[in-house]
């Protein structure tokens, strides 16, 4: 199930992105001690905040009260900032201090963990949906963006290779996140009183086996470190959410166990998309993404990618989708399910040999547009 957006007013805008309040909550957890540090005046205020939550009123005022007491020294806080929807965009102006990075998720998510070491001491914006941080690169609202492409356990982000030939970003760069899944619940919550887990449709997938042995219901949200979020704010005792060990942090959870995810070779890929595109070089390990299309009849697939083939090009990935606007295209009195094709080539643009084989794939392809040369990522090898 998918899981609603908070509504919050009035909402206020911090640090370039949008500021929300605490939901109300009567979480006593038997442990008040919050596991955050103090970095910053702003920061301690919200761990005093929470802690002051946890523990029990000597007034005998219920402590939804007491939260609402504290509800707008909450909302001036930037540590836990609203995600931006598509109808607050045009509110986020950049500072210029630092570089802006969109991610899709609210604090926590595995994506803010890329986007930042994508561009180390980036201001990291988080978006609602995958389309509002395409939608926020476009409009200037951020300098660029770091969306998830393909896991090694889950596969491809369908959604992401959708928008990419909807909107005109260019790919930039790629980084490739190490995923270690934990098992998170509120503070007095033991394992064998979970009844379901919530998380993103991929974790779940990615930590199948761990999930049925522990007989656990799964229920699928936007995001983890939503689930995070919501486990904790609804006070949540016979759920536990699939995250990362950073957003039990954040949102003050325990963690009931690490790495649970099926494979400990769980790695997504991230690309950096932004307005312009880098000019490749040669001079390092570069890949190529593009997109084409074919006309039906034998062999035309194979014609398409033995242009690679015969210049010694290693492709690295191909993925086919649906061509939406015209799904179905008749040939002969029948009709036939009409595709393009996304190829990722390890070559620079600017290899002779890279120029020749999209001349050469032009000759015969309907549509092909280049949509990045880029460095290839090599610290997970």
Known sequence: MAMNAVRLSPATQLHGGISSSLLPSNRKPNNPIVRYGCGSSNRCRMVTVLASLRENDGNGRDNSVRAMEVKKILEDSPLLPKPLSSNQLAESVSNGSRVRVAYQGVRGAYSESAAEKAYPNCEAVPCEEFDTA???????LVDRAVLPIENSLGGSIHRNYDLLLRHNLHIVGEVKLAVRHCLLA????NIEDLRRVLSHPQALAQ???TLTKLGLVREAVDDTAGAAKQIAFENLSDAAAVASAEAAEIYGLNIVAEDIQDDCDNVTRFLMLAREPIIPGTNRLFKTSIVFSLEEGPGVLFKALA???LRQINLTKIESRPLRKHPLRASGGL???DYLFYVDFEASMADEVAQNALRHLEEFATFLRVLGSYPVDTTML
Do not use: L, T
């Not at 395409?134 to 200037?140: G, K, L, Q, S, T």
């Not at 509120?186 to 919550?189: A, C, S």
């Open 134 to 140: 395409f939608e926020a690169v476009e409009r200037w």
């Open 186 to 189: 509120n503070h007095g919550v």
């Open 207 to 209: 930590c199948e086996n």
């Open 307 to 309: 242009v690679f083939a």
């Open 335 to 337: 009709k036939y399910f």
